[in-house]
């Protein structure tokens, strides 16, 4: 084949003419809504949220961290090192360390320090607030102050209002179950039952005293009082 | 007299285009399409992307129609489809550089007995493919499509004088590719 047979070839090519059919499908092409080209941003978001996506994936196979759930019993100095996610009940406190690491120093009176080291810390106070902890030392007060201040209200209320007062005590009852108080707390519990003539609970309350504490000092009154019924 | 007259017309059918008349939108696409399909493939568009460079040569030019403000419509539109083309060569010859590096090329040096009627046009548009844009439509323009110089740099929008040069060099390149691939002087 020579050179000049080639062009010849070629300016003879019949497909230069454009097929009616041809003229008329793109056409008909021009007049349909057009898709949107692919443009930068379009592989921009596509590459974003293709990442995403990954990591979403990622994070779905790796299994979840365990929560460490720690119930600090007060009466005792405790050292506790956390490690997210962690939860603490401290007497009616709660510290929730979701991210990061801490360390919880606690004395028998249930004060003591949290020290977040870093992450996102929570402690939910005896009164029910929740609030962050921000990374360093922070310094928690004695729970039994809290204790001793409850008891010292049903007390006060006792004589005058044995119905608030027996609200009183089983508040902290279930507050503090196993507070410095818990002994004292049942017993007026169970003088205002008495108060309030609710003698069968009276004695329900006085033999369960009894049971749970057969050694204490006060055992001698509680059966006096059996007796006496 | 003939250009001016056609320059007049374009501009004021594009004007009843751009005003939203369907009709003149037909018509503008009726006047042109013959001669986008053979641009298109004078300048080494395969015969089954032809359509393909078509429609996105008339996407491009009715996006754009309020770009074209004077003169020939023809020359305009030209530009689009010079511009489709080369974009799709481009795409080409990168694609086969990739592909290229596990296969052969489908048209080997020194095989005259294969290179008949189809393969004649198939190695046509393969060296066209791989010339430089400004080269290969001069030398497509003017020695398949058979445009006299002056026609050509109109479309092009250069001067006669840059044209024949180009045609010169252009030449020059498509008989050293053609020769490459077994065909004689």
């Known amino acids: 084949m020579k050179l000049e047979s080639v062009l010849e070839e070629a300016r003879s090519d019949a497909a230069v003419v454009a097929p009616g059919a041809a003229r ?79 360390t919880l120093k606690v004395a028998a009176d249930g004060s003591g320090t949290l020290e977040v080291q870093t992450g996102a810390c929570f402690l939910t106070d005896s009164d029910g607030s929740r609030r962050p902890v921000s990374t360093g030392t922070t310094r928690l007060g004695p729970l039994l102050s809290e204790e001793v201040a409850l008891y010292e209200r049903g007390w006060a209320q006792l004589s005058k209002n044995p119905q608030a007062a027996l609200a009183v005590f089983d508040d902290q009852l279930r507050r503090f179950p196993k507070g410095a108080l818990v002994q004292e707390a049942r017993l007026s519990r169970l003088e205002a039952l008495v108060a309030l003539g609710r003698h069968a609970e009276a004695v329900v309350e006085a033999r369960s005293f009894l049971q749970d504490f057969p050694q204490s000092e006060r055992a001698a009154e509680v059966k006096k009082v059996l007796e006496e019924k | 007299l003939d250009a001016r007259v056609d320059a007049s017309s374009d501009v004021e059918l594009v004007g009843r285009c751009r005003a939203g008349d369907a009709a003149s939108w037909r018509t503008l696409y009726s006047q042109h399409f013959d001669f986008a399909w053979r641009i298109a493939r004078r300048l080494g568009t395969p015969q089954a992307e032809l359509e393909d460079v078509a429609q996105e040569s008339f996407e491009i030019a009715f996006k754009h129609l309020d770009d074209f ?40 040096a020194g095989h005259e007995a294969r290179v008949e009627a189809r393969q004649t046009l198939e190695l046509v548009q393969q060296v066209l493919s791989r010339m430089a844009p400004k080269k290969r439509e001069v030398f497509a323009l003017h020695e398949l499509e058979g445009l006299p110089h002056a026609e050509i740099a109109e479309l092009v929008g250069t001067s006669e004088e840059t044209v024949r040069t180009r045609l010169f060099h252009a030449r020059k390149d498509f008989e050293r590719a053609c020769l490459k691939r077994g065909v004689e002087p």
């Open chain 2, 69 to 108: 403000r004077e003169g020939r419509f023809r020359t305009w539109l030209y530009r689009i489809v010079a511009n489709v083309v080369s974009g799709r060569h481009r795409t080409r010859r990168v694609r086969e550089l990739f592909f290229g590096m596990w296969s052969p090329s489908s048209i080997d």
């Open chain 1, 24 to 102: 008329e499908r793109v056409w008909q092409n021009l007049q349909r809504p057009r898709r949107a080209r692919p443009t930068l941003l379009y592989f921009v978001a596509s590459a974003t949220l293709g990442a995403l996506l990954c990591l979403g994936i990622v994070r779905l196979v790796q299994p979840a961290p365990q929560l460490q759930l720690a119930k600090v019993e007060l009466g005792q100095a405790t050292l506790l090192t956390l490690r997210a996610p962690a939860r603490v009940e401290l007497g009616t406190r709660r510290i929730d360390l979701q991210e990061g690491t801490a």
